[in-house]
């Protein structure tokens, strides 16, 4: 069952030291601590205590007078808008203290809750939402992402967002190997159609416990694909280069097919 603990901290702000690529940010910031969406392939998700950092926006006004401009990115590790958001609003109002030390944002999130903060969003500099989205099959996201909006609602979010003049793209991040490679070429369309701006791409990362907890997962819904995966991931935490390479390719060779980028800065 999920806790939720109060919590006061020190320092809110990270500095990234080396250049971004991936979602292009100099700073990022996690309201809370742990998530409870309950993602089977993110190690955040199995704590069972979410930490409030209640002191967040006051520490968060201080440390911002130390730097001058730059993009934070909200909810690098845990997700911004999960259930305690509801009850909290942190992530509402540390939107608002960027927002008015005119700092831009880029938010990383499952949840359509987004949506509720538009009016802060519509004034913010340069604004970007990315939401992640593992698989477009309903059935595949229960499985694997049980507790995040389903796919349909994510897609809308995206749509909604970049009617409203929030660029938002989609975060094919984690791409499963092996359960997902069938429907690229659909998740690219999808997304495409739906108005996404960009398609961000990263493999599946299986470390520790991680990597246990996965393969029972494997064993219940795809037994088939145990032997697969254990010769992918025999040893290392990432799969085999050449596999990497080919499924990237693949998704880049569509995206490009669908005219649809890759790279945000692009």
């Not at 702000?13 to 250049?19: A, E, G, T």
């Not at 690098?76 to 960027?98: C, F, G, N």
Request: aromatic fraction near 10%; hydrophobic fraction near 35%.
């Amino acid at each position: 069952m999920i806790q939720y603990k109060h919590v006061r901290v020190n320092s809110l702000i990270n500095k990234i030291v080396n250049k971004d690529e991936l979602f292009n940010g100099d700073y990022t910031i996690d309201p809370y601590q742990n998530c409870e969406t309950g993602c089977i392939y993110c190690d955040s998700s199995y704590e069972k205590t979410i930490y409030i950092k209640t002191n967040a926006v006051e520490i968060l006004k201080e440390e911002l007078k130390q730097y001058n401009s730059g993009t934070i990115i909200l909810g690098s590790v845990h997700d911004p808008y999960q259930k305690a958001e509801e009850t909290y609003r942190l992530t509402r109002m540390i939107l608002k203290t960027i927002k008015d030390y005119n700092f831009s944002c880029h938010i990383l999130t499952k949840s359509n809750m987004v949506l509720r903060d538009m009016d802060i969003l519509s004034e913010m500099k340069q604004p970007r939402v990315t939401i992640s989205l593992t698989s477009i099959n309903s059935r595949l996201s229960k499985i694997f992402e049980h507790g995040a909006p389903s796919p349909a609602t994510r897609l809308q979010t995206v749509e909604k967002l970049n009617e409203k003049g929030v660029k938002s793209g989609v975060a094919l991040i984690p791409w499963l190997p092996y359960i997902v490679e069938g429907e690229i070429e659909d998740f690219i369309k999808t997304v495409k159609k739906h108005r996404a701006d960009y398609v961000l791409h990263k493999y599946l990362e299986l470390k520790g416990d991680q990597k246990h907890i996965f393969f029972d997962v494997l064993k219940k819904y795809f037994p088939h694909l145990i032997k697969g995966y254990e010769k992918l991931y025999k040893n290392s935490y990432k799969p085999m280069d050449e596999y990497i390479y080919r499924v990237e390719e693949k998704i880049s060779v569509l995206c490009k097919i669908n005219k649809i980028k890759e790279n945000i800065l692009k």
